[in-house]
């Protein structure tokens, strides 16, 4: 069983820069490929950007390609979500989830494990 925490949400203007946080905990970290997803109001669960167990792979969404990174640390069992330039078409509620699987991972349905989401708001 592994347990995510999102952190680093928050209220910025666009233009600006937010470093979203997800520390796992449980389960053999490293075995896991991550992704981040984010929720509009209204709208579905869509995919953001996706890292592999090892962090060699990594596949963004059209959307943020060029302005979001997204990295593992897995001695700190923690994977990040640089997101800069942010416009307000990027607020929602950003999940980050996992599975234990050597492939990179892009769709919602592929992942079995969850966060409880972080808020991003950008103001224009």
């Known amino acids: 069983q592994v347990q995510l925490v999102e952190s680093g949400g928050g209220l910025v203007q666009a233009g600006g820069s937010l470093r979203l946080s997800c520390a796992a905990s449980?389960?053999?970290?490293?075995?896991?490929?991550m992704g981040w997803f984010r929720q509009a109001p209204g709208k579905e669960r869509e995919f953001v950007a996706a890292i592999s167990r090892s962090g060699y792979y990594i596949v963004y969404a059209d959307s943020v390609k060029g302005r979001f990174t997204i990295s593992r640390d897995n001695a700190k069992n923690t994977v990040y979500l640089q997101m800069n330039s942010l416009k307000p078409e990027d607020m929602a509620v950003y999940y980050c989830a996992a599975k234990a699987s050597v492939e990179i991972l892009t769709s919602p349905f592929d992942y079995n494990y969850w966060g409880q989401g972080t808020q991003v708001t950008v103001s224009s």
């Open positions: 449980g389960g053999t970290r490293s075995s896991y490929a």
